[in-house]
């Protein structure tokens, strides 16, 4: 999956997950497991992953979870329709983030893996407006930069331009 692990990202998601969420809850974490799944067991979370299913077509995993905490990290910029999966999630809390899109770079599409491709770039207010239509109260957010250390007018920019996008949600009450 990487080559060389996303410190900085792990690092400020673990961050907020720990200020939101108490290592008792429940979590069912979308998406297989990854290196950042096991750190959350590493720190004493109870995680369970979805097996890899398509999430736009079969909510089999999020509907059978008894799990009160759902967690999807970069996953829902590569479904076709995130708001029909949010909406059958039986948990009451929300952990989730994504890349935010940028102004100085197209979305992201791999060549050879069609799983590794962003359907949506969200901005900030577009993934705020998908998780509050899917009857999610947005308690609180964060915001980061990712430079790399490489030279040209992109790597600049992003010294400056939040890349990434968290947040904690709980269910609305009806």
């Known amino acids: 999956m990487y080559k060389v692990y996303p410190s900085k ?30 750190i959350m067991k590493e720190e004493g979370y109870s995680v369970t992953n979805t097996k890899g299913e398509d999430l736009d077509v079969n909510f089999s995993s999020v509907t059978s979870s ?35 899109r940028l102004w100085f770079s197209t979305a992201y599409r791999s060549k050879t ?15 705020d407006w998908l998780l509050e239509k899917a009857g999610w109260e947005i308690k609180a957010t964060h915001k980061w930069t990712n430079p790399v250390k490489k030279i040209g007018i992109r790597p600049l920019l992003r010294f400056f331009t939040p890349r990434y996008y968290i947040v904690y949600a709980e269910r609305k009450k009806n």
Not at 21 to 28: E, G
Not at 113 to 127: L, N, T, V
């Open 9 to 38: 990202r792990y690092k400020n998601t673990l961050e907020f997950l720990k200020k939101h969420i108490p290592k008792d809850q429940s979590i069912l974490d979308l998406g297989v497991e990854n290196p950042f799944s096991r």
């Open 66 to 100: 008894n799990a009160q905490v759902i967690t999807a990290f970069e996953i829902f910029e590569h479904l076709l329709a995130p708001l029909n999966v949010l909406k059958e999630v039986k948990a009451n809390k929300l952990v989730a983030s994504i890349p935010m």
């Open 113 to 127: 893996d069609m799983w590794d491709r962003h359907y949506h770039e969200f901005e900030d207010w577009q993934f």
